[in-house]
């Protein structure tokens, strides 16, 4: 292998040990964030076996990491004419990445706490007693809140393109 080549290879596995390692923290399972980071990185589709021999995962590890990141909208499968297995590419256009994710975790994770903390607020309406006013009034408050969450991530999630992040992310600079 050239000198590029072996510069390569080293800076794709920091990579991908890293996405890894930002996926855990994150809450998404370390094969899967490592099979995102090489399909992101790859110049060409993978197969399921390419992946489990670059990552050293098994089988089951890999398909089902594979899964995972095609219902995200983060990978989808090509087929190549004459070859029977499958073959993986992720998106590579970093906000649509930044969408999808924004789409899934709102669905996943924002939608089944507002709609908790919608039914506590009507459990709780006619409440009289002291506890339950400020029991109310607490879950209504957090309510607010991840409904305007749920509005931003669907909001970002709609967009091709923003004109509004560039613009925020300067001003943060």
């Known amino acids: 292998m050239s000198s590029d080549g072996t510069k390569l290879q080293r800076a794709r596995e920091g990579f991908v040990a890293q996405w890894g ?3 855990s923290a994150w809450g998404v399972n370390r094969s899967v964030a490592q099979v995102h980071a ?3 990185v790859s ?3 993978l197969s399921q076996d390419e992946l489990m021999e670059e990552l050293a995962i098994s089988r089951g590890n890999a398909a089902t990491s594979v899964r995972e990141l095609v219902d995200w909208g983060l990978v989808r499968p090509i087929v190549a004419t004459g070859d029977r297995r ?3 590419e992720a998106e590579k256009d970093v906000w649509k990445i930044a969408c999808c994710v924004a789409r899934e975790r709102s669905r996943r994770e924002i939608e089944p706490i507002v709609n908790a903390l919608r039914q506590l607020v009507a459990d709780t309406g006619g409440l009289d007693s002291a506890a339950a006013k400020h029991f109310h009034k607490q879950v209504g408050e957090l309510l ?3 409904e305007l969450a749920k ?3 669907e909001s970002f999630a709609r967009k091709e393109r923003s004109v509004f992040l560039p613009r925020l992310l300067r001003l943060a600079t």
């Open 21 to 23: 390692v930002l996926g």
């Open 38 to 40: 090489l399909l992101l």
């Open 43 to 45: 110049h060409e589709p």
């Open 86 to 88: 499958y073959y993986y």
């Open 144 to 146: 607010e809140y991840a």
């Open 151 to 153: 509005k931003f991530l």
